[in-house]
């Protein structure tokens, strides 16, 4: 398993940058000083044991400064826990560039090498979400959620599939039925063998209205909890207009446990993917719409930017006076999210959290 070369002998004065290139079963590391010279590498199992291997092996060839670890948010959560929790500075980092590994090739120690290079020159420098917190909490119940309203969906898609191709007297009696009375009326058949094709439609039926409402009994037990926890997290953001719990729940995932990482409200924007981008050509001077950073906090931002449009004067004032002003929808909606991001970060800077799952607290600016 262990990889160890080129151990330093000036450990005691050597200022050490690591990375670590993270995959489920192993960590490969790899540790340079602050010139560049490469010190060595070494792969670690992907366990506790592992994580406090791995680190005093950093440890024995310098003074480390810094760690830039690959998959922070998957397979390197446990051990940038850990070196946290060791009081180390963990840097995100992205996987290298798909240009380069064509280049010089692809393996897990010149990965972790890259890593560490990336981190020295401040190419990495993101700090990665600390994932201890209730915000954690509601990013998991929310993959629940959505994980559960996409299988009720399909199971509604399929009660329809089979209705439409049912015997004639079955597709008859429930054609015109909603898909909240269809599921009550299926899921009151009774059970019986399959024989033919109406005994099997019924069959079918009967078990995907069940299937139905259990994961409809799900979602909602799910939603109760999470209302509870970004009730308690986010009051103020949730008094917003056009916030509610499924928007704050969305924006503080993207945030994360340790929203101080986010230096201003432009790093924020560019996070939701609704900062400015220059579009400017020749005599034309304009910015079009982002479509990078968290897809998720854009829907979010938009949904709230959808609300506003209808119900608030503020924003038809503004739209109106945009429009005679020359910009498009697109661009109007651009500047509304932008606009709702700054509101939204103002409010997100003060989310200090207790960690290890304790409770997180939220003051308005």
């Not at 190419?123 to 959620?145: C, D, F, H, M, Y």
């Amino acid at each position: 398993m262990k990889e160890w070369t080129m151990k330093d002998p000036n450990a005691n004065s050597t200022r050490v940058v690591g990375g670590v290139d993270t995959h489920k079963d192993t960590h490969t590391a790899a540790a340079v000083d602050i010139t560049g010279r490469r010190l060595g590498s070494a792969t670690f199992p992907a366990s506790g044991p592992g994580y406090v291997e791995l680190l005093a092996w950093l440890r024995s060839l310098g003074q480390v400064e810094r760690v830039g670890v690959e998959g922070t948010g998957s397979y390197g959560s446990g051990l940038a826990s850990h070196l946290r929790r060791e009081g180390l500075t963990v840097v995100e980092v992205n996987r290298p560039n798909r240009q380069a590994r064509r280049r010089h090739g692809k393996s897990d120690t010149a990965d972790a090498e890259a890593a560490a290079r990336a981190t020295l020159a401040g190419e990495a420098s993101g700090t990665p979400k600390a994932q201890n917190g209730t915000v954690e909490a509601i990013r998991i119940l929310r993959l629940q959620r959505r994980s559960a309203i996409h299988a009720r969906t399909k199971a509604a898609n399929q009660l329809q599939a089979v209705v439409s191709t049912a015997p004639e007297p079955l597709r008859a009696d429930v054609r015109e039925l909603s898909l909240t009375a269809l599921v009550a009326w299926a899921s009151k058949l009774r059970k019986a063998s399959p024989t033919d094709a109406a005994s099997a439609s019924r069959a079918v039926l009967r078990g995907l209205a069940h299937r139905w409402q259990l994961l409809h009994a799900e979602i909602a037990t799910l939603d109760e909890a999470l209302e509870t926890l970004v009730k308690s997290v986010a009051p103020a953001m949730i008094a917003l207009r056009g916030v509610g719990i499924d928007v704050a729940g969305s924006l503080l995932v993207a945030a994360g446990d340790n929203p101080e990482r986010l230096s201003s409200e432009a790093s924020f924007a560019a996070l939701c993917g609704v900062s400015p981008i220059d579009a400017s050509s020749g005599r034309q001077h304009r910015h079009r719409l982002n479509r990078g950073g968290n897809r998720d906090a854009n829907r979010a931002l938009w949904v709230v930017a959808l609300v506003r449009l209808r119900c608030d004067p503020r924003t038809r004032i503004y739209v109106d006076r945009r429009t005679r002003e020359g910009l498009s929808k697109p661009e109007i909606l651009r500047c509304l999210k932008r606009y709702i991001a700054r509101e939204v970060f103002k409010l997100l800077r003060p989310l200090v959290g207790a960690g290890d799952g304790a409770a997180v607290s939220m003051r308005a600016a």
